[in-house]
Every structure is written in structure tokens, then in C-alpha cells.
């Protein structure tokens, strides 16, 4: 089945215009609440269970608000909400990506992102940070990050992973990056499945230089668990993996053109 039209808006102008002055209007007011209220209250019992779904409502609001809707289908919902033991990868185009995944994700399965130390320094947002679970990465050493990222994935429990973005940085390109070994490596390292997540159409919304996206569509596909081989250098895992991903990229890409 062809993905939907990417660009299509969902909703009349007149309603996204009315959309984007709320959150315009309220936006920076709610999304100060999200950031203040770890200072107040991470220290509760079960604050993280209820900030990382308060969190979650946030991005599907932010994205209802820019009349953008997430397409995933509900076996893949299901297969998400079942999934443990995994360490999730998933492909970066734009800004959009991580809001995205957010807001499709289902509650039933638990995620978090690695963050660079950089940006903990700050109190805001280092205890926003450690309030939602995020590990913190000191990238200045190669060793010391991935022994760090290991620890924390390896000390995560089953319904819990970790995402990681395998090109880096967002692609340039219509095409995968090159991918870095990092998810392969922690994978071998912690005993974990990699769940390798496509997403599509964010960098047609939202194009590197544009501040304000399209109305439209982006759409996940969620791939089936993907094994490192132990008989296999990493390098041969990776390749492995980009190559069943960029299967499905291709495919998904042709049919959202014709």
C-alpha cells in the first residue's frame, strides 16, 4: 500500500490558521510549564512514569497543532507496545523526527533518547533531562560514550530502549546516510535485538532552512527485530542493517512518487 500523500493538508486554511496563532499564542507558555515543572517535582514518587507521558501528550499536541498527523499502523502500534529487549534505530531527516516518534509510540512501550552532556550543563534542562530518563553522553571520548551508553541500555528494563539515530546527524540527501556503529555495537554488548524504525516524508514538511512545516503527513514503518550476528565482524552488522532498511525506504519512497 502507498504511504499517504506527504504534502496533502489535513485541515481547511482557515482552521490552520486559527491552529498556528494557539500555539503561537500559548505554545511558549505550556512548553515552559513542561520545562519548569521537573524543577519542582522530580523528586516524587513516579514522576518519571507521568513527566514522560505529559511529555508525550506534548509533542501530539504541538503536532495536532501544525495539522500534522503520524501514520503507523496498529499491528505495528501493537508490535511496539510488545516489544523488550531492544535497542531502537531509527533513520533522521528533520526536527520533526523526534516528535514524531513521540507521538506514536505507544504507552505500553517506554523509550528514551541519549543526549549530549553539552546539553545537560544547563539546570533547566539537565533535570528536564534526568526527569524523562534521557542518558547522557560525553561524546569527547569515543571509549567513555559508548561504555557509558552500554551501562545505561544494559541496566534499562526490557520494555525500555534506547534510540539512536545510526547517520548521525539529518541526511542531505533522498537516500540513507552512512551509517555509525554504535547501535550494533551496544546491541552485541548488552544482548539486546535492534528494532530498526523507518520514518518518511519529515524532511519534505520540514526542509532544513524552514522554520514553520507544511501541513501533511509523516509516516513510520516499523521493521521486524533485526539479530547482530556473532559470527559476523560489526561492520558486516551494519551494512546488514542499512541494507534491510534501505529496502523498505526505497520501496516506500517509490510508491509515495507514483
Same mark, same amino acid.
Given at each position: 500500500?502507498?504511504?499517504?500523500?506527504? #504534502?496533502?493538508?489535513?485541515?481547511? /486554511?482557515?482552521?490552520?490558521?486559527? =491552529?498556528?496563532?494557539?500555539?503561537?499564542?500559548?505554545?511558549?507558555?505550556?512548553?515552559?510549564?513542561?520545562?519548569?515543572?521537573?524543577?519542582?517535582?522530580?523528586?516524587?514518587? $513516579?514522576?518519571?512514569?507521568?513527566?514522560?507521558?505529559?511529555? =508525550?501528550?506534548?509533542?501530539?499536541?504541538?503536532?495536532?497543532?501544525?495539522?500534522?498527523?503520524?501514520?503507523?499502523?496498529?499491528?505495528?502500534?501493537? /508490535?511496539?507496545? !510488545?516489544?523488550?529487549?531492544?535497542?531502537?534505530?531509527?533513520?533522521?531527516?528533520?526536527?520533526?523526527?523526534?516528535?514524531?516518534?513521540?507521538? /506514536?509510540?505507544?504507552?505500553?512501550?517506554?523509550?528514551?533518547?541519549?543526549?549530549?552532556?553539552?546539553?545537560?550543563?544547563? =539546570?533547566?534542562?539537565?533535570?528536564?533531562?534526568?526527569?524523562?530518563?534521557?542518558?547522557?553522553?560525553?561524546?569527547?571520548?569515543?571509549?567513555? !560514550?559508548?561504555? #557509558?551508553?552500554?551501562? /545505561?541500555?544494559?541496566?534499562?528494563?526490557?520494555?525500555?530502549?534506547?534510540?539512536?539515530?545510526?547517520?548521525?546527524?539529518? #541526511?542531505?540527501?533522498?537516500?540513507? $546516510?552512512?551509517? =555509525?556503529?554504535?547501535?550494533?555495537?551496544?546491541?552485541?554488548?548488552?544482548?539486546?535485538?535492534?528494532?530498526?524504525?523507518?520514518?518518511?516524508?519529515?524532511?519534505?514538511?520540514?526542509?532544513?532552512?524552514?522554520?514553520?512545516?507544511?501541513? $501533511?503527513?509523516?509516516?513510520?514503518?516499523?521493521?521486524?527485530?533485526?539479530?547482530?550476528?556473532?559470527?559476523?565482524?560489526?561492520?558486516?552488522?551494519?551494512?546488514?542493517?542499512? !541494507?534491510?532498511?534501505? #529496502?523498505?525506504?526505497?520501496?516506500?519512497?517509490?510508491?509515495?512518487?507514483?
Amino acid at each position: 500500500m502507498a504511504s499517504p500523500s506527504p #504534502t496533502s493538508p489535513h485541515d481547511t /486554511a482557515p482552521i490552520r490558521l486559527i =491552529k498556528r496563532a494557539v500555539l503561537i499564542l500559548a505554545g511558549p507558555f505550556y512548553f515552559l510549564y513542561i520545562g519548569f515543572v521537573p524543577l519542582l517535582c522530580s523528586k516524587r514518587k $513516579g514522576f518519571r512514569g507521568w513527566y514522560w507521558r505529559t511529555v =508525550k501528550r506534548a509533542c501530539s499536541r504541538l503536532l495536532n497543532l501544525l495539522s500534522i498527523k503520524v501514520a503507523i499502523t496498529q499491528a505495528e502500534k501493537d /508490535a511496539l507496545a !510488545a516489544d523488550e529487549n531492544s535497542v531502537i534505530v531509527i533513520n533522521h531527516r528533520s526536527h520533526l523526527d523526534g516528535f514524531t516518534l513521540m507521538d /506514536a509510540v505507544p504507552d505500553a512501550k517506554w523509550f528514551t533518547f541519549a543526549a549530549k552532556k553539552e546539553l545537560c550543563d544547563a =539546570k533547566l534542562l539537565s533535570t528536564g533531562f534526568k526527569g524523562a530518563g534521557l542518558v547522557e553522553i560525553d561524546r569527547r571520548s569515543g571509549k567513555v !560514550a559508548m561504555d #557509558t551508553l552500554s551501562e /545505561a541500555v544494559g541496566t534499562m528494563p526490557p520494555r525500555r530502549s534506547v534510540v539512536l539515530f545510526p547517520e548521525g546527524t539529518r #541526511t542531505k540527501t533522498q537516500s540513507l $546516510g552512512e551509517y =555509525k556503529a554504535d547501535a550494533v555495537l551496544v546491541a552485541r554488548e548488552t544482548g539486546r535485538t535492534i528494532r530498526p524504525i523507518l520514518i518518511l516524508n519529515s524532511d519534505r514538511l520540514l526542509p532544513k532552512g524552514r522554520f514553520f512545516p507544511l501541513s $501533511g503527513t509523516v509516516t513510520l514503518k516499523v521493521l521486524p527485530p533485526f539479530h547482530c550476528d556473532p559470527n559476523a565482524t560489526p561492520d558486516d552488522d551494519v551494512a546488514r542493517l542499512r !541494507a534491510q532498511m534501505m #529496502t523498505v525506504f526505497d520501496a516506500e519512497n517509490a510508491d509515495s512518487h507514483t
